[in-house]
């Protein structure tokens, strides 16, 4: 069977996450207590091959008893030796957008009483999250995506993947507006000519042909492709051996507009021929996006 825990702080989108999940035929429970997870894994698997539940989707938050959430990673390795394939999802935002969140929504933190305001249990949520957060097969940082963003994303990322498989994220962005935080690799080509400086190329992207045809036909810019190129092919069949599910892969530019999304096209469209799951993001052009072209 097949277990996915979906965790992460309040208001990061874990409940549309599990919703995704249900869509695409797993049982799914939230807020289910830790202490509860082995016995449903072990009595899922115990029943009759016609009731047997092969997929179990379950959502772990904060509202845990704090002593369970630290036993964390002795309940994950139990479950792993027990032979129940297991995903972390842990997903988070940046503290200023879960403010927003809860002010939208006017819900109450499950963590803010009268003696703690919503800033501090916010603040207290990440640190006691940690142990799970450690443990994820998939971060994703919900800051800037829409409740469809995230669903898409959810769906893009876990559907069509089998167990064996790794699942890869090449996504550019500009180092003046901060790094994912959702990165595995962080990949600087800021030392690659810019086309931003040549007046007739400045409007356009990396996707655009002047600015592919610039780029590809400068030999620094085929040479850094080619030495990352070498440097993913090695090392990628190394996380995947050691049971890596998904890989993040960012390359960042200045801006994010050229040379990162260039040099992003030409990884994903390369190691799309060696593997099953490869998809392509661009930070600061987000039209561009799978979700944004209307693709599912």
Request: glycine content about 6%; aromatic content about 8%; charged content about 20%.
């Amino acid at each position: 069977m097949k277990l996915i825990i979906v965790s992460g702080r309040s208001g990061s989108g874990k409940s549309t996450a599990l919703h995704v999940l249900e869509d695409l035929g797993f049982y799914c429970i939230d807020n289910l207590p830790i202490g509860l997870l082995f016995p449903l894994t072990t009595e899922a698997m115990a029943g009759t091959s016609g009731s047997r539940l092969e997929n179990i989707a379950v959502s772990i938050d904060a509202r845990n008893l704090s002593n369970e959430i630290a036993n964390f990673e002795a309940i994950h390795q139990r479950l792993m030796e027990a032979g129940i394939v297991t995903e972390i999802i842990y997903l988070d935002a940046t503290e200023q957008s879960l403010l927003q969140r809860f002010h939208a929504t006017r819900r109450k933190h499950p963590l803010s009483d009268d003696q703690t305001s919503l800033t501090e249990a916010i603040r207290y949520e990440k640190k006691l999250l940690e142990p799970i957060a450690q443990l994820a097969d998939l971060y994703l940082d919900t800051t800037e995506l829409s409740m469809y963003e995230l669903r898409d994303t959810v769906k893009q990322r876990i559907i069509g993947r089998s167990e064996q498989d790794l699942a890869l994220l090449f996504q550019s962005f500009g180092f003046k507006h901060g790094v994912p935080v959702d990165s595995d690799y962080v990949l600087d080509v800021r030392c690659l000519p810019n086309p931003y400086w040549d007046p007739q190329l400045r409007r356009f992207t990396g996707v655009d042909q002047p600015v592919i045809d610039f780029l590809g036909s400068d030999p620094m810019t085929n040479r850094m492709i080619d030495d990352l190129t070498r440097f993913l092919e090695t090392w990628l069949p190394q996380f995947s051996n050691s049971n890596r599910s998904y890989m993040t892969i960012s390359i960042g530019c200045t801006g994010g507009q050229h040379r990162s999304v260039y040099v992003c096209e030409q990884l994903s469209r390369y190691f799309s021929k060696s593997y099953n799951q490869v998809q392509t993001r661009h930070t600061e052009l987000p039209h561009l996006n799978p979700q944004h072209r209307g693709n599912p």
